[in-house]
């Protein structure tokens, strides 16, 4: 069902069994399980799918190593398996990430967890050798723990010489490195949206909708506004799922639900174009602490650099911005860790920023939050609501399918339903089917060439785009007239159109920013707006004042939110 079709049935037929409020990685990952299981579950986002705090991480599939320090093992033993899942079911999408700890410092840090533990650590410190290797051991324990498989490499310690034959940008006053391995996220938003189109297409009861805000609610009816006209629809829901990550407790206001469940902090980055520290880091992500124990990564983003991140308490998530400042911490402690690269601010192609949906909590340290997930449960009579209202607090991206599967189970039990199906292994859009090597892969491109009628090279892109779904992909490019956008060499009309089409884009700056990597690879121009903003238009019915005025709203979004000139 396309955005009109699933609108019109709402009002014919408002009731359903499950409403998330939310289509971040939380939502969408609950409402692809629900719909897996058989489950009448709409989902509403009040922007683009993947908008909030789910389209400003690190783009680390990560088990947390500096959870350890925190003393939550049952948290980190979680992610690093739900890693080593996404690795196997998302391989188009998440990669293994050769991760580098450049160290400092022999000892510091070796007493964090059992202080924190009895609750006698205030201040958090950079981490030294000893302490690394520890927390090293156990991510490497738990990866090959009883059921998990192993996916990633055990880690390597290298002395400072050989670290410094290695990389020889590195600064010379560490003491060693140590190697061990996470994931990539390269795209996460394309993920995201991967995951709601396969849950749709499993089940014709399920249904998401972005740009459908959550406005209102009482008794047994929640009042939705479609952004795009402004017009109301009522659905009678039998359990509300809020997904709303950062604005939950906003959300729950809407519903006359007074909590403060959320503790939010903002974090930054920025992407760079700088040829050498690109160079210097080669296939590996630098990840390291500054000396009050806050991370910073320096990640590679395909022909780029993502440098990241700051963890600052913030009230409002609408208003999380890059500042200057975050961006001067940023540079320095590149130049921490590369001292001869001259990085600067005119490296800058894209910069983001978003809210950690964290707990609220009383520790002294923004670093000392827990980041584990749970489900609080708001029912009764008191509420003037006839049905239960779940939150779903805190959580990573790394760990969305757990706490999904968390919530579904809950969700299934208050339906009075059995679980039938379960997702710790099933493939997401294009990594289905997705070729185990090189060889695999070149013989699918090769055969999947020779059937379509797409050239080979053009089918790697495809590929290294969209995994296995290059295969429908290019199939719908063969069937009319294909011509390359003028703009961007390496993207052809239909491949475009397919994605307005089939990837629910309702703005232009859903195809620049959450379908494609163009902004955040700092390729948008003015000039690539305007061919866009025709072709797109095109397809959804815009007339020329509607086209020029989404090149308006995105030209505004990327320099507002994403500091990019044009
Ligand atoms: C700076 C930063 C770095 C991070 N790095 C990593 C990392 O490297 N690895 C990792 O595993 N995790 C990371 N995380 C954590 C992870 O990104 C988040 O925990 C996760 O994305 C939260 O997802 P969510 O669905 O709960 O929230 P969101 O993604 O914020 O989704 C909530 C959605 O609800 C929508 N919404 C709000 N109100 C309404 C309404 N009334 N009606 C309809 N929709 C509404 C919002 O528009 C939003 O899209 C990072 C987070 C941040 C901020």
């Known amino acids: 069902m396309n955005r009109k079709e699933i609108l019109s049935a709402l009002k014919n037929k408002p009731g359903v069994s499950v409403l998330i409020v939310g289509g971040g990685i939380h939502g969408i990952g609950t409402f692809r ?100 290797k520890l927390g090293l051991l156990m991510y490497d324990a738990y990866t090959e ?59 014709p009861n399920a249904r998401a909708l972005n740009y459908v805000s959550m406005v209102g609610g009482m008794d047994d009816t929640i009042i939705l506004r479609d952004e795009l006209t402004d017009e109301n629809y009522d659905v009678h829901p039998k359990l509300v799922i809020n997904a709303a990550g950062p604005w939950i407790d906003f959300t729950n206001r809407k ?12 974090g930054s980055h920025i992407v760079v174009r700088h040829a050498e520290l690109r160079e210097a880091i080669g296939e590996n992500e630098f990840f390291f602490e500054n000396e009050d124990g806050r991370t910073m990564l320096i990640f590679p983003l395909y022909d780029h650099v993502l440098i990241g991140t700051s963890d600052i308490p913030i009230e409002h998530p609408d208003e999380a911005r890059c500042t200057d400042e975050e961006i001067d911490y940023f540079l320095k402690l590149t130049r921490r860790i590369f001292p001869d690269l001259n990085l600067t601010r005119h490296n800058i192609v894209f910069q983001f920023s978003g809210v950690r949906p964290l707990p609220r909590s009383t520790a002294k340290a923004v670093s000392q939050i827990s980041h584990a997930h749970s489900i609080e449960v708001i029912s009764g009579d008191w509420t003037n609501l006839r049905f239960p209202v779940y939150s779903l607090v805190g959580g990573q991206w790394t760990s969305f399918r757990a706490f999904a599967e968390q919530v579904t189970d809950k969700a299934l039990a208050y339906l009075g339903l059995a679980r039938q199906k379960d997702t710790r292994s099933v493939p997401i859009g294009g990594g289905r089917g997705y070729p185990p090597d090189a060889t695999e892969r070149k013989r ?20 290294e785009r969209y995994g296995t779904r290059a295969e429908t992909i290019a199939t719908y490019m063969n069937g009319g007239t294909d011509f390359i956008v003028r703009a961007l060499p390496d993207f052809s009309l239909r491949e475009i159109v397919f994605l307005v089409q089939h990837e629910k884009v309702c703005h232009l700056d859903d195809l620049l920013l959450r379908r494609s990597m163009l902004a955040m690879l700092g390729r948008v121009t003015p000039e690539m707006t305007d061919e866009l903003a025709r072709v797109v238009g095109n397809e959804l019915g815009w007339d020329q004042e509607k086209k020029a005025a989404e090149v308006r709203r995105t030209l505004s979004i990327l320099t507002d939110r994403h500091g990019v000139r044009l």
């Open 33 to 132: 399980d629900l719909a897996l299981n058989g489950v009448d579950v709409l989902l509403v986002e009040k922007g683009d799918f993947c908008s909030g705090a789910s389209a400003a991480s690190s783009h680390r599939a990560h088990g947390g190593i500096r959870y350890l320090a925190n003393g939550e093992f049952r948290l980190v033993r979680e992610a690093v398996r739900e890693r080593n899942r996404l690795l196997q079911n998302a391989p188009h999408i998440v990669k293994p990430l050769s991760t580098a700890i450049p160290i400092f410092k022999w000892l510091s840090g070796l007493l964090n967890a059992p202080l924190k533990f009895f609750g006698m650590l205030d201040t958090p410190s950079e981490h030294g050798s000893l302490v690394i």
């Open 145 to 203: 723990a009883r059921g998990a498989q192993r996916t990633v490499p055990k880690h390597r310690f290298f002395w400072r010489k050989k670290s410094l034959a290695r990389w020889k940008h590195l600064n010379p006053n560490i003491v060693n490195t140590a190697v061990y391995y996470e994931g990539a996220i390269l795209q996460p938003e394309r993920l995201a949206v991967e995951l709601v189109l396969d849950a749709e297409s499993e089940n």
């Open 255 to 266: 519903l006359g639900l007074s909590t403060g469940f959320i503790g939010g902090t903002k």
């Open 444 to 463: 699918q491109i090769e055969s999947l060439s020779a059937w379509t009628g797409v050239a080979r090279e053009r089918l790697s892109v495809l590929f």
